[in-house]
């Protein structure tokens, strides 16, 4: 069983930048393939990010391109979100995801983090 933990959300003015981490366990983490989900209120969960096995190779929803950059450390369990010019539209809850094949938008990964939850004030 996968384990997934996000840390590094928070309340943070618009266009300001926020790092979210998600640290792994239960599986050999470079084995994984991970993403990145939103879940504002009121609305449908949403890709963000997802990135293959070895970094890569990312690929990202057209509203974050450009300013969202997904990364992953295999000797640090951790895959990364660095979200620069948050804009108030990008508060939701995110959520970090694991799966045993690549993570597309329409993939439902097998592995869910609890979230860690994003505000942008405007």
């Known amino acids: 069983q996968v384990q997934l933990v996000e840390s590094g959300g928070g309340l943070v003015q618009a266009g300001g930048s926020l790092r979210l981490s998600c640290a792994a366990s239960?599986?050999?983490?470079?084995?994984?393939?991970m993403g990145w989900f939103r879940q504002a209120p009121g609305k449908e969960r949403e890709f963000v990010a997802t990135i293959n096995l070895n970094g890569g190779w990312t690929y990202y929803a057209d509203s974050m391109k450009g300013r969202f950059t997904v990364s992953r450390d295999n000797a640090k369990n951790t895959v990364y979100l660095q979200m620069n010019s948050l804009k108030p539209e990008d508060t939701a809850v995110y959520y970090c995801a694991a799966n045993n094949i690549l993570i597309m938008p329409s993939t439902e990964p097998q592995y869910w983090g609890q979230g860690t939850q994003v505000t942008v004030s405007s």
């Open positions: 239960g599986r050999t983490f470079s084995y994984l393939f």
